[in-house]
């Protein structure tokens, strides 16, 4: 990273990822390891937001004082800036973590067909139908026709297997369950839900100079049939008219941009 001309990182502990408090001891191994290489720990991305949070079940309040505990922790470091995200379950979503391109390196990417291949044939999601066109269903089956054998499994990987802030990981079952918990869960009550977090860990921020910087769906529209509630400017705008604290800001993320539903 240095050699490339970097002179900060972005960096989290991604082994303390299960809504756990994170630890002094922990956050100076990695600072230490990034400040040994020349280089500043600038931005702490992401404090996870597990999905007790988000539902607002079971042991979420323990979560979220938790969060405000790893805040402390992060302050204390010197580290000034936290992304976090409030994506139901997918986190930000590719289906390909390594998409070679025509300078020969490589670049991640979402393919809508692709997904849509998954979401309705593969994993065979309840309604799934209702939430893709017929023509790219269509289109969807010859993908899915088309696959080598190994592709199935590189975008099931992809998509409900892997992503370093998640606290859990899933195979078909389980990500089934998991979807059954926002059945009742609206936008509109997902976004409350995004506002009662952001309001008491805001607070926190404010006391130890912690900025706090939300980031956009990714890809901003939803997935899985699950609500999305920081995907246009209005949606963001909604969360700093409800929270008006000097802590909570947006991250701009070059990567939100790339993916397009009507492909």
Not at 252 to 259: D, I, N, Q, V
Request: with cysteine; glycine share 6%.
């Amino acid at each position: 990273v240095r050699q490339a001309g970097a002179v900060g990182i972005v960096s989290a502990l991604h082994h303390m990822n299960r809504g756990q408090a994170w630890t002094d001891d922990e956050m100076q191994k990695r600072k230490v390891l990034i400040e040994k290489a020349g280089l500043s720990w600038d931005v702490v991305e992401s404090i996870a937001v597990p999905e007790a949070i988000k539902t607002r079940s079971g042991d979420f309040r323990q979560k979220i004082d938790n969060h405000k505990e790893s805040l402390r922790v992060v302050a204390r470091a010197g580290v000034k800036i936290c992304c976090y995200n409030f994506m139901a379950i997918t986190d930000w979503t590719r289906t390909d973590l390594d998409w070679p391109l025509g300078n020969g390196g490589t670049a991640l990417r979402f393919d809508m067909i692709d997904f849509c291949a998954y979401d309705v044939l593969v994993l065979r999601r309840r309604n799934a139908e209702a939430d893709h066109p017929p023509e790219r269903i269509a289109a969807a089956k010859q993908r899915l026709a088309s696959w080598p054998e190994s592709r199935a499994a590189e975008i099931e990987r992809n998509l409900i297997d892997w992503v370093p802030a998640r606290e859990a990981v899933y195979d078909r079952k389980s990500f089934l369950h998991q979807l059954d918990e926002y059945r009742d869960i609206t936008p509109e009550g997902l976004r409350e839900h995004l506002f009662l977090f952001v309001r008491e860990i805001a607070e926190t921020a404010e006391e130890v100079g912690i900025r706090l910087a939300i980031h956009p769906d990714d890809p901003p529209f939803p997935l899985f049939g699950l609500p999305r509630v920081n995907s246009t400017a209005a949606d963001t705008q909604k969360l700093f008219d409800a929270v008006p604290s000097p802590a909570n800001g947006i991250t701009l993320c070059t990567g939100s941009y790339g993916a397009n539903p009507k492909n």
